[in-house]
């Protein structure tokens, strides 16, 4: 290969490699400029520093050797002293790159190939980094290619400018792709790997049905109707939950189309996959009674704290509510963020009636009544021996067969019972070897000091190291299961809140952090107030 044979044919062959892989002209250039470097130097001498400069209107190539501007020559294939560096360039300096000319030379075979290897791997480099750089804010479309091939049921999707792959798990259950299909998917993810970029696809993730949606519903990529969630079990059944911003325009119809056209689409797609098309509502009440569509909801009770909510299905809607296998419910429970219990309205009748009675026999052994009052103190609502304690003595002079006298009796019993309580706990606590400080924490009672003694924390300096979820515990879900992990005041009636507030305020006791803004700005203002 004579490189001065022919000068544009460099700029053609340049020309020609940019086409073909999409990528910048001035890429390949660089790369046949590095080629041709390194082959010189096989040439000139592993140690000479030689740079090669293609004119990309011309074609010219220069070659050239760069020398270093040195006081005392210590390697002469890449440095120069002063009085040879001013031949070049009388304005000459120490540590200037003095740019010494090369003639042109005749390519051998081995040198023509490594810097054919140079040039192929810069091309492909720059092609990895063009198809990442395209594709990495393309995540969250749906993109459309050709079947390349099918490993392991692993499908390559050929899409033009790159190759994708839809992993065997990410696969509609039953669905098979054969060699020159057409392939339609959510592009979740791009990665760079060794190899070059990887570009992951997916038929069963659920926006790839939300964004099915948005192409088949103008209101969706209008923005009038907005997808809010989304849960699906791949290849049997789905639920989205949408909402319109115009009142004007009902979500659920816009989403089903004339007839059905619309979501008869999708669910083509979808290989069959049926869709409950649920309207959403900012009353999560509300949203889950829509969820469990189409089963009908009696009742539904909140747990904010837990983020669990119970519901109450007549006998008949049971099965219905939870579906085949949990599906329904589990699907609602995906869609709304909340975990879901459901009950029937005889069970739900049969544990009021059991919470009831053990009310009643707490009552019974506590104040040391006999059952009737037991039963009055529970059916007035009274569900503790502190509410019958600390209430307002007229309440329960005021319940029916009751008088002053024995609503006194039975609160000073009340009270009698709570002391008693206290003292067993604080010797409890003692035996623990919970330190007495611990109380001035605002926020820890005696029966809680035990709790936190069986789990260690004996001091507030041990309080004012625990997290929130160490007092409260945590909710994990992974894989679709809620595992709830048990905190060391569970049962105490204790919300996030409160908890972080117990924290702060032992931090602020044991010296670790200072008392918030509105008590340090408080007390300068009391001194003041007192000098004047």
């Known amino acids: ?30 790369a046949m ?21 293609i004119n990309t209107k011309t074609g010219e190539l220069r070659l050239a050797r760069h020398l270093q501007v040195v006081d005392l020559v210590e390697n002469g294939a890449i440095e120069i002293t002063v009085d040879e560096a001013k031949r070049h360039n009388p304005a000459a300096q120490v540590g200037d790159v003095i740019a010494d000319p090369l003639p042109p030379f005749d390519f051998g075979r081995i040198a023509a190939q490594s810097a054919k ?48 792959i839809i992993r065997r798990d990410e696969m509609i259950p039953r669905e098979t792709f054969k060699v020159g299909d057409r392939a339609r998917a959510y592009l979740y993810d791009v990665r760079r790997e060794p190899r070059g970029p990887q570009i992951f ?67 083509g797609e ?15 009440a509300t949203f889950v009674v829509n969820a469990l569509q189409p089963a ?11 983020d ?15 579906g085949r296998r949990g599906q329904n419910v589990r699907l609602a429970s995906q869609l709304t963020g909340w975990d879901i219990d459901i009950l029937t309205e005889a069970e739900e009748s049969e544990r009021r009636q059991k919470e009831f009675l053990n009310r009643t026999e707490i009552f019974m052994n506590a104040l040391n009544v006999d059952e009737t009052v037991g039963q009055l103190l529970a059916s007035e609502g009274f569900r503790t021996v ?75 300096e041990d309080l004012a190291g625990c997290a929130t979820d160490d007092l409260v515990g945590w909710t994990e879900r992974k894989d679709g299961e809620t595992t709830r992990h048990a905190g060391y005041l569970d049962g105490f009636d204790l919300s996030r809140q409160d908890a972080e507030a117990m924290i702060m305020a032992a931090r602020v006791h044991a010296g670790w952090i200072e008392a918030p803004a509105e008590q340090t700005e408080a007390e300068p203002a009391a001194d003041e107030t007192a000098e004047a």
């Open 117 to 164: 290897q140079v040039i192929v791997q810069k091309v492909r480099e720059a092609e990895r980094d063009r198809q990442y750089d395209e594709y990495k804010d393309r995540i969250g479309e749906i993109v459309n290619g050709a079947v390349k091939r099918v490993e392991y049921g692993n499908v390559f999707v050929d899409l033009g400018r790159g190759e994708a």
């Open 33 to 53: 400029q590095d080629a041709i470097a390194k082959a010189a130097r096989s040439r000139y001498g592993a140690e000479t520093d030689v740079h090669a400069e």
């Open 386 to 460: 502190e509410e019958v304690a600390y209430v307002d003595p007229s309440e329960l002079a005021s319940i029916e067969g009751f008088d002053e006298d024995t609503g006194a009796e039975i609160q000073s019993r009340a009270q009698d019972y709570l002391a008693a309580v206290e003292a067993e706990f604080d010797e409890k606590r003692r035996a623990l070897g919970v330190e007495d400080g611990l109380r001035e924490v605002p926020g820890v009672t005696t029966s809680m000091m035990v709790s936190l003694g069986e789990n260690d924390v004996k001091s507030v």
């Open 296 to 306: 009908e909801v009696a009742k539904v009770v909140l747990d904010e704290e837990a």
């Open 1 to 30: 290969m004579v490189v001065s044979a022919n000068r544009l044919e460099l700029l053609q062959i340049a020309d020609a490699v940019a086409r073909e892989k999409s990528i910048d002209r001035q890429i390949v250039v660089d």
């Open 270 to 284: 979808l290989q069959g996959e049926k869709i409950d098309i649920i309207p959403w509502s900012p009353d999560i």
């Open 308 to 322: 669990k909510i119970e519901v109450v299905v007549p006998d008949e809607q049971l099965s219905l509510a939870i």
């Open 201 to 267: 696809l997916s038929r069963t993730h659920p926006q790839f049905m939300a964004k099915l949606f948005g192409q088949e519903v103008p209101e969706i990529y209008d923005g009038i109707v907005e997808v809010k969630a989304v849960a699906r079990d791949p290849g049997s059944r789905a639920k989205i939950a949408v909402i319109s911003r115009d009142s004007s325009i009902d979500p659920v119809g816009a989403c089903v189309g004339m007839r059905g056209s619309r979501v008869q689409a999708v669910v």
